[in-house]
């Protein structure tokens, strides 16, 4: 059957108002990039007209401001799931108007195939090659497109060609199967490959191919500051003691890093570090700092869902397929987030904490306990199943005003069982073995801020008796206080005790 | 090498202050009965003298009142992992004279693998049978038992004569290799075997065995009421409607299923459905109900790491090996609670709830946020890794004081993220696709007693705004009018505005 070439706008009349539509793609990495801007014109069309349009829409994770932010701006989002960074979606989703519920992103397509989230209509997806009998090779992010591609009525095909044909081999690219049919996935080490280099499709189902040239968002991240430098320095003094201790291996174990700032100097700080072999990633994003330290020698091996580098990174990538193209796998998000395999591997997990409490708990995701930042992600795969689950954050925020450590975090997302080390700039906590009242002197001590110490040392002389001294008065005295005074310094414990 | 056959108290000559102590076991079947007494005596008399006598303790779970209740009775606990019940214990623990750190049940025995809880130096086990060279036959209760006699340095054995020989193949005993060197678990179906019907032990390391005679504990469980049989009836009409969507396979899913008169009454109910086939438990406690439901037809098999019935059953099932020795298998709780399985076969897990908040985050372990229970136990191996997975509980406690269903749950076990339906006597709230808000709603509708409806309703009006309009002054008006009035029903949120 030959491919019907056509335009993004006429690709997005395939698109209808109360669809459900899956996009390709994983951070701003290997969405589509055209075909949503004709989807907000044909909304906005339709708002000015007094007529309904908004779509649900199934992701990898964030995408672009080329996805996510035109939808948005277009007001033409009805739900989204599972996560979300685009600053005016954001707003949609805290003032109300899109309905957002954020998953781990390992169950997503599962959910999907179980009918958990309704049907798929249209499935809206980047590639860099399609054949006329349907054989699809993506782009640098993966996400959900196996399955969403198999569960849509309809298929709309980016064809972009900033990425070469010859990358064919960097995937693996495959779905399980459902219960009760289901059987191992089968990956014993980060670079063993399971799947297809490229997804079969039912070429029926590709209603049309939109040629684009289009590159991904730069992620634009902020250089190192001393702050992230420590924090990546007590990571990786962490686990050389780890290793030393006889606690990790000699040859190491996969490492899975979040997304971001914190994420780069932890790496870097593990690659210069000499007492660290050269490693492997079992990982969600794969960002500069890996392909830097794999350039060194110092990182082996990266299975990713999603190749989420600068253009003159992935620029260099393609002009060294020979160097890179074994170094590499991208796999669905099912995969790559898996929790069998990440258990099986014995994965180091470093994510990020938006704010943690002085018992060991995470909030990943509700500033204040209330407005939704990005959404859980990968964190909650990697962290439970981990071999050992590492959180950092540096110790406060806004000048001192804001202390990352509180007496209860205001939104909970991961908890006490699944925190094993917390890292800020100031140290390495490590809560192994030990109860609520000595997680709590081991954070304060180790990685609180010393403006902070005092006042939750106070905290845990409050009287409260039980295997967690937690205040109900007055757990929320530092938000309160934020919300009050500006700065969460000011709290006197007397003021919030009934 | 010849058995040395050995009284408890001799036994207990070999348990030093300060040593890490492994017992086999999970609930009150399979632990060691007799030595643990002559423990702590040891302890007592030790103490007496101004000297100082406590162990570490690591179980399976919980155990019995000759394991925990003794040594907590003797203050001979110095910590404990990873779940109890016993009520000297938890005054123990809440008082903080023992130092207690709850975890996923199924993590316990690889973090003593990889070391991160110190060494074992004693494992204490329950056997049905032991020979010279090393094997044993574990009895009702699996835990932690392989890892523990392969770790420790000195094994003590209870060879308990009420456990036949011939039991001899009711189980399935190994331990997983740790990464990188791990492999699959080759689990496809509940009735899959893996391992051997005995553990291997170093005869070497067989310090002594001590003959025992001694019952399993009784569970006492209240009789079914009104409202355990609703919170039933309304799980198996949950679980038709799901099929008759074709969401769940017409062939069912295995069932996982929590301890207590909740998950008797959930059983019950599916075994009286008609429209649900004969089906499959994958699960961590078998109980009465599952053993009553195997002879009817209606449960063909049952995996399990503990086999937690009354004395009665246990008689009607030795009497009758020839019926039941191929519909049950015991497991260490590696395997039993373990994720890569758990999500491979799709089980479905109902669990029961403490507390639950109107977003849909649950407590399962501390009272009014500070008292712990019990523990997290399986749940979280089980809910994260679920095809769908249940919470139940009672709308209210203490004649209608208490709601279940408060504003915030004063403790975080299960993330929003992982809890997809919660069912109480009044109904079943579906939270799969909603937002925050959305599943307030939901579950105010379908579960919260009428009494407190309209206050919760109120709360989502307070003029909060964002994805979760969680009100951090008064999210705990209900735990602090409680500790306050008495009577939840009191509050009025004014009073609790700052």
């Known amino acids: 059957m030959a491919l019907r070439f056509i335009t993004a706008e006429e690709a997005a009349e ?32 339709a708002h000015e007209k007094g007529n309904p349009f908004k ?12 996805l996510d932010g035109v939808l948005a701006q277009a007001d033409a989002v009805k739900f989204r799931t599972p996560y979300q960074s685009n600053k005016d979606l954001r707003n ?24 958990f989230y309704g049907k798929v209509d ?19 992010g993966v996400g959900i497109l196996p399955t969403i591609c198999r569960l849509a ?32 996935l089968p990956v014993y080490t980060p670079s063993d490959r399971i799947g297809k280099p490229y997804v079969q499709v039912d070429p029926a189902k590709i209603v049309g191919v939109v040629r684009t040239s289009e590159p991904n968002d730069e992620s634009d991240f902020a250089p190192l500051d001393p702050v992230t430098q420590a924090i990546g320095d007590n990571v990786a003094a962490f686990l050389v003691s780890e290793m030393k201790a006889g606690r990790i291996p000699k040859d190491f174990l996969p490492l899975q890093s979040g997304v971001g700032n914190v ?29 830097a330290l794999m350039k060194k020698g110092r990182i ?12 003159s990174v992935i620029q260099d990538i393609y002009a060294n397929l020979d160097f890179f193209k074994d170094k590499i796998l991208l796999r669905p998000q099912e995969y790559s987030n898996n929790p069998e395999i990440v258990r099986r591997l014995g994965v180091i997990t470093i994510n990020t904490a938006l704010e943690a409490d002085i018992f060991g708990n995470i909030n990943s995701t509700h500033v204040s306990g209330t407005r939704m930042m990005n959404g859980i992600g990968g964190s909650g795969d990697f962290t439970r199943n981990s071999y050992v689950s590492i959180f950092t954050t540096p110790s406060v925020m806004k000048d001192g005003k804001i202390s990352s450590f509180v007496p209860m975090v205001a939104h909970h997302d991961h908890s006490e069982h699944s925190v094993k080390v917390i ?20 954070i304060i001590d180790k990685c609180v801020h010393p403006d902070y110490r005092p006042l939750l040392r106070q905290y845990l002389e409050l009287g409260v008796k039980g295997q967690t001294p937690q205040n109900l008065d007055c757990c929320f005295a530092f938000h309160q206080e934020l919300a009050k005074s500006g700065d969460m310094r000011n709290v006197r414990w007397e003021d919030y005790m009934k």
Chains 1, 2 share one sequence.
Not at 19 to 40: E, L, M, R, W, Y
Not at 55 to 66: D, K, N, V
Not at 122 to 140: F, Q, R, S
Not at 304 to 311: A, D, K
Request: charged share 20%; glycine share 8%.
């Open 423 to 442: 890292i800020s700039e100031w140290g390495v906590a490590d809560l192994r073995g030990k109860n609520p009242r000595e997680r709590a002197h081991e």
């Open 153 to 184: 009525d309809r298929i709309i095909v980016e064809l972009n060609d900033k990425h070469p044909k010859e990358i064919m081999g960097m995937h693996d690219l495959c779905e399980p199967l459902d219960p009760p049919a289901r059987r191992e």
């Open 55 to 66: 779509i649900g829409m199934f992701t990898g994770a964030s995408t672009g401001a080329r």
């Open 92 to 115: 949609l989703i805290n003032n109300g108007s899109t309905s957002y519920f954020d998953l781990h992103l390992s169950t997503l397509a599962q959910d999907l195939r179980y009918g």
């Open 263 to 291: 994420a780069n100097a932890v790496l870097g700080a593990l690659g210069d570090n000499p007492d660290i072999p050269a490693f492997n990633m079992y990982t969600e994003v794969i960002q500069d700092a890996v392909i």
């Open 300 to 311: 082996k091996f990266a299975s990713g869902c999603s190749l989420s580098v600068s253009r």
């Open 122 to 140: 249209v499935a809206i997806i980047e590639v860099a090659d399609v054949t006329e009998d349907g054989k699809i090779l993506p782009t640098t």
């Open 14 to 45: 395939f698109v209808h108002h109360n669809d459900n539509v899956g996009f390709s793609g994983f951070t701003p990495a290997g969405n589509p990039k055209v075909v949503p801007a004709a989807i907000a014109k044909r909304a906005i069309a």
